[in-house]
Nanobody
Framework: QLQASGGGLVQAGGSLRLPCAAC????????TGWFRQAPGKERELVAA????????YYIDPVKGRFTISRVDAKNTVYLQMNSLKPEDTAVYYC?????????????????WGQGTQITVSS
C-alpha cells in the first residue's frame, strides 16, 4: 500500500516535495513511479526510480526541475519539485511496479496510492 501526501497550492517558481510512503513491503522490492493527470489530459508517467535505486527516469518537461529519490530507512520515495510552472498543475499519484517489470512502461504499475492535488498559480 502506498500513501502519497504533500500536495497544495504554490506560486510559479516555488517548490514542493511529495513523499510516498510504502506500507507493508520494502521499496527495494519494486520500482516506483510518480504520475500526474491534469484536467482533460491523460495520466502520464513523470518520474520513476528503479527497484534497486540505481536508475531514474524523467519526462523532458520536468528534467532539471524534479528529482525522484528514495530513503530506504524511511521506506519513502520523494518527488522534489522545483521551479514549478502552472503547467505542472495536476493530481499526482505514486505507484509501484514489480521489480521484474520494465519500470519505464506505465502499464507495469499495478499498485496505486491516492492522488494529491498540486496547483501552481501564475
Amino acid at each position: 500500500q502506498l500513501q502519497a501526501s504533500g500536495g497544495g497550492l504554490v506560486q510559479a517558481g516555488g517548490s514542493l516535495r511529495l513523499p510516498c510512503a510504502a506500507c507493508g513491503r520494502p521499496y527495494n522490492t519494486f520500482s516506483t513511479g510518480w504520475f500526474r493527470q491534469a484536467p482533460g489530459k491523460e495520466r502520464e508517467l513523470v518520474a520513476a526510480i528503479m527497484w534497486n535505486g540505481g536508475l531514474t527516469y524523467y519526462i523532458d518537461p520536468v528534467k532539471g526541475r524534479f528529482t525522484i529519490s528514495r530513503v530506504d530507512a524511511k521506506n519513502t520515495v520523494y518527488l522534489q519539485m522545483n521551479s514549478l510552472k502552472p503547467e505542472d498543475t495536476a493530481v499526482y499519484y505514486c505507484a509501484a511496479a514489480p521489480s521484474r517489470a520494465p519500470y519505464l512502461i506505465p502499464s507495469s504499475y499495478d499498485s496505486w496510492g491516492q492522488g494529491t492535488q498540486i496547483t501552481v498559480s501564475s
